[in-house]
């Protein structure tokens, strides 16, 4: 049996976060970045039906000759999009080998690939935290839904502004740039992933036009369900694999 020591400071939670070094906690513009690109997806995402909604609720004559409304339209609409928004937020991973706001995206983090890579050829990984708990949900994650939650309140009515009269403007220009961050840093809302190829990288919330995409995203999403980590490993240990023997000593056998 091999053994790769790590000892780093994995385990930190909630309890000691706001004391610790390593942990940077998101800032506003990070958060207001995710909390829009969340809520195009949403929007998005219902927006794929003809559903109509009945406004009728008397038996007179009068009411009934109220027109249907577009579910798409409704006020029901905008409810729903919004009052789980940030739990959708709990999704993300923390990925520490990335700079500025593309360190927060869906999917497992390169350093844990290759961690939970070198789990699965037999390599014992012995780290401050147990094995079990490598996908507990981050500090910084569990941090910028508590933001969300309150971004969401002191902004409702912005976004029900741009829902009903400015859905041709772009959320995050709206939101972000013009109402949350007006006066503040706004540099993180230019930061874009390009990573590289098959990497998982924040959710866009458009649309998907060819059949490939939407295949691969799907793909890429099975792989990483509920898995959740965060910290930041040398990449030397990326070499580790290759040092792996593909047979056991003869003293084993």
Request: glycine share 6%; aromatic share 8%.
């Amino acid at each position: 049996m091999w053994f790769l020591l790590v000892f780093l400071p994995l385990g930190m939670r909630l309890a000691d976060a706001a004391d610790s070094e390593w942990v940077h906690l998101p800032n506003k513009c990070e958060v207001c970045k995710y909390v829009a690109v969340e809520l195009k997806s949403s929007f998005e995402e219902t927006s794929r039906t003809r559903e109509m909604i009945d406004t009728r609720y008397g038996f007179l004559d009068a009411d009934k000759k109220q027109k249907k409304i577009k579910y798409t339209n409704s006020d029901i609409r905008l409810i729903e999009v919004t009052e789980n928004l940030c739990e959708r937020l709990l999704d993300y991973n923390l990925h520490k080998e990335r700079a500025g706001s593309n360190r927060f995206a869906k999917g497992m983090s390169e350093t844990f690939q290759t961690l939970h890579h070198l789990v699965h050829k037999g390599v014992k990984v012995v780290m401050d935290i147990p094995y079990e708990l490598w996908n507990e949900t981050s500090a910084e994650v569990a941090d910028m839904k508590k933001q969300c939650d309150v971004m969401m309140e002191e902004f409702e009515d912005v976004i029900e502004d741009w829902y009903r009269h400015h859905q041709q403007d772009d959320l995050t220009d709206f939101l972000c740039a013009k109402h949350v961050l007006k006066g503040h840093d706004q540099s993180c809302l230019s930061e874009k992933w390009s990573g590289k190829k098959g990497d998982p990288g924040p959710s866009s919330g458009k649309k998907k036009n060819k059949k490939g995409e939407k295949k691969k995203s799907k793909k890429v999403a099975k792989d990483s369900t509920g898995e959740r980590n965060n910290g930041a490993i040398p990449e030397k240990l990326k070499a580790l694999e290759t040092q792996i023997p593909q047979s056991r000593p003869s003293d084993e056998l």
